[in-house]
């Protein structure tokens, strides 16, 4: 008889839907994923954190410039040549040469005026996640710097840092700051109100029509009266001053006095550079009682000249906004010719004017000035209106002959003399 065997082993077969083992493995993934993501995280931190920066940070831009003006990036310490869409993050430095000034526009709509041979730096430019609340941050290495801010949102802070002071800028406030080479710093408030304070602690709050200066040791001065702007009266901008029967041409410089306060002798500087550099000075004449000045024996050429007060105190104005004048001959009826006349668009309503002359001949566009180079080639930054489809543009030799021309906003070039 044969006996029976029973197994010791029983087995239950599950009967498992192909999408749950589907499910099952997405998920197990999806599990990796997240600890991959993680551990990542842990060790390195969040690689969107810079993201998020660049969307706060907004980015500075600038308004307009003019000459030389560099950028040093904060991160690599590239230094680039400024351009229409160039932005400005934290740590970035802003240098102008001695032919270069810039207009800065920032998050919370104040602008800042970089005036020549000066070294600024954006410390911070973030927007609040609201939208609303800025925190604005600039620090003046050197040079002139003046800064106008708009009405602030509350928590909105402006602050204007130099070497020896920290200056909290109030709302709708038109300030200049000043950082000389001999250490000393001047402040000047034409409107509104800052918080000043300086190493020590020091604490001061100067007002709309006041003037501060800070000593090597960062002493801040009792407050004066601002020594206001003289403003040029004569020559006009633009105007002509025709030479005599010598070949050369006295022009009479005129000015006003100040608004405010009260200056004890002028300054008065005449050039062939608008920003006025060393080599291109043809007159510099300092102690002037009297409001006008005559400047002798200037040949052919294109001028520029300003002026600025200085007071009893040793407070100096700003200097005035520099005027052009040209001195010529009387014009013979000949044509200016001009070639490759055309229009490039830098970005927003910003164009470069280009194209070719004779070496010498002076360009005019919407109230900028250039001179064509050895090789005949010119060009010109202009912002224009937003309907604005053409452009005239002025062509003047040194015998004082001039004509007109327009170029297209769309690209296709110049048209014929009008």
Known sequence: MVANRTSRFAYDWWIIQKRFVYLVIAIFLL????????????????????????????????????????????????????????????????????????????????????????????????????GKRTNVHVHVQSGQLSVRTEQ????????????????????????????????TEEIRVATGVIETSNQAGDKTSIRGGEYVSVNNSGRISAAQKLLDVPQPAQPHDLEKVFIGSNGAADVALKWQRPQSGTPAYYRVEVATSPFFVA?????????????????????????????????????ASDWSDPLKFMVVTRGTGSQVALS????????????????????????????RETIAAPDGAFQIQVTAGATTRELAVEAQDPRGNSSQYKVSLSGRGGRGRT
Not at 158 to 182: H, L
Not at 353 to 362: C, F, H, N, S
Request: aromatic share 6%.
């Open 31 to 130: 599990c990796c994923t997240a600890a991959g993501a993680a551990l990542y995280v842990w060790k390195y931190g969040n690689p969107f954190r810079h993201i998020a920066e660049v969307k706060n940070s907004a980015g500075a831009r600038f308004i307009s410039f003019e000459g030389d003006v560099r950028v040093i990036r904060a991160a690599t310490r590239e230094n680039i040549s400024a351009t229409a869409d160039t932005e400005l993050y934290p740590g970035d430095t802003v240098q102008t040469q001695a032919s270069g000034r810039a207009r800065i526009g920032l998050a919370d709509g104040s602008t800042l005026l970089v005036k020549p041979n000066s070294t600024i730096i954006v410390r911070d430019n973030a927007k609040g996640d609201d």
């Open 152 to 183: 602030q949102a509350d928590g909105t802070t402006n602050v204007v840092e130099t070497p020896k002071t920290k200056n909290t800028m109030g709302e709708k406030t038109n300030a200049s700051f000043g950082v000389n080479a001999e250490g």
């Open 340 to 367: 490759d006349l055309r229009a490039e668009l830098l970005g927003g309503n910003i164009y470069l004017i280009r194209g070719k002359a004779e070496p010498g001949i002076t360009i005019r566009v919407s109230g």
């Open 279 to 315: 080599d291109g000075k043809v007159i510099e004449r300092d102690q002037l009682v009297a409001t006008e000045f005559g400047a002798t024996d200037l040949r052919p050429g294109v001028y520029f000249w300003r002026v600025r007060a200085t007071a009893a105190s040793g407070q």
